[in-house]
């Protein structure tokens, strides 16, 4: 197992577009956790699953968002109609019961 | 809602010198703090929890819950120390352990 997969690394899209970012966690990791990190800022939670439920979403998390975890394995994070304030670095974490939480290489999406 | 302050954006320390990177939270009840470092072209990784009471690569920090502060030490910094440090605190809510981060600080060592 080679860690947190995140795909694509890069992704550039024009304004109104939609994307769609993958995350395969850690294997037997029930936990998956989205982030997103716009420069000279810390990452920012945005949603968090159990297994395949997802039990928080933040108020960041615009109507324009929606994540999924079908199986409770990877996940997808969909951002429709894209916007130039959307451009940032999506991290995803995954984690097991011992709360250490291992993240992606991340997608940086660039909204021209 | 919790909050975790770094007050350095940048800090530059000789090789050899000793490093403190400052990290306060805002929290009533009990949190969990971390410091996660990344290395130039790597992702975020762990680098110490409060709760293992662990040095990594000499690194230690002591939670002090009276200042609500999580500073992270190293009394003889090494090149290799270069990289962007985050403190994080996380709340247990029902498995949720979502970490909220600091803006971060980045460490230039001097040779």
């Known amino acids: 197992d080679t860690g947190v997969s995140q795909d694509p690394r890069h992704k550039i899209t024009k304004r109104g577009q939609n994307v769609t970012f993958r995350c395969d966690p850690i294997?037997?990791?029930?936990?998956l956790y989205w982030y997103r990190q716009t420069l000279g800022q810390g990452p920012e939670f945005l949603t968090y699953?159990?297994?395949?439920?997802?039990?928080?979403k933040s108020r960041l998390l615009s109507d324009r968002f929606s994540a999924e975890r079908p199986k409770g394995s990877f996940s997808t994070l969909e951002i429709q109609r894209t916007e130039q304030g959307d451009s940032a670095m999506y991290l995803c974490?995954?984690?097991?019961?011992?709360?250490?939480?291992?993240f992606g290489a991340g997608t940086r999406l660039s909204v021209l | 809602a919790q909050r975790v302050t770094q007050p350095e954006k940048l800090l530059s320390v000789f090789k050899g010198a000793p490093v403190e990177l400052k990290c306060n939270y805002s929290?009533?009840?009990?949190?969990?703090l971390f410091w996660y470092v990344q290395y130039s072209r790597q992702r975020l990784q762990l680098l110490l929890r409060?709760?293992s009471r662990e040095s990594i690569k000499g690194f230690t920090a002591d939670l002090n819950k009276g200042e609500t502060s999580f500073h992270l030490k190293k009394p003889l910094a090494q090149e290799e120390d270069s990289a962007m440090y985050y403190c994080?605190?996380?709340?247990?809510?029902?498995?949720?352990?979502?970490?909220?981060f600091g803006t971060g600080t980045r460490l230039t060592i001097i040779p």
């Open positions: 974490a995954s984690s097991s019961d011992s709360n250490i939480q291992y």
């Open positions: 294997s037997e990791h029930n936990r």
């Open positions: 699953f159990q297994n395949e439920a997802q039990l928080e």
């Open positions: 929290y009533s009840g009990s949190p969990e």
């Open positions: 409060h709760i």
């Open positions: 994080a605190l996380s709340v247990s809510n029902f498995g949720n352990e979502k970490l909220t």
